[in-house]
Nanobody
Framework: QVRLVESGGGLVQPGGSLRLSCVAS????????MRWYRQAPGADRELVAH????????KYGDSVQGRATILRDDAKQTVYLQMSMLKPEDTAVYFC??????????WGQGIQVTVSS
């Protein structure tokens, strides 16, 4: 059974930092590209960060460029999203995604991140 379980969300003050984790199981993690998406109320889901299956290519959304880092640990089957200098507009539900080719596309249940004082 494929599972992606996010953790590390919650309430963070503006200017603060957080680290989200996503633990994968039920598929060959090392062969999948991993992504973090987010969706704010009333908005479309947007790509936050992408890391290739080999870990040697990363890409970030314009809104988090310079403030986010995506990392993967294949031994732990975990992908991380580190974010700093958080802003209220970073408030959203964050989703972990595993992607391989056209057809293998797995999603976590999402985790709430709220940036507020």
């Amino acid at each position: 059974q494929v599972r992606l379980v996010e953790s590390g969300g919650g309430l963070v003050q503006p200017g603060g930092s957080l680290r989200l984790s996503c633990v994968a199981s039920g598929f060959t993690f090392s062969t999948y590209a991993m992504r973090w998406y987010r969706q704010a109320p009333g908005a479309d889901r947007e790509l936050v960060a992408h890391i290739s299956s080999t870990g040697d290519f990363t890409k970030y959304g314009d809104s988090v460029q310079g403030r986010a880092t995506i990392l993967r640990d294949d031994a732990k089957q975990t992908v991380y999203l580190q974010m700093s200098m958080l802003k209220p507009e970073d408030t959203a539900v964050y989703f972990c995604n595993a992607k391989q080719g056209l057809w293998n596309d797995h999603w976590g249940q999402g985790i709430q991140v709220t940036v507020s004082s």
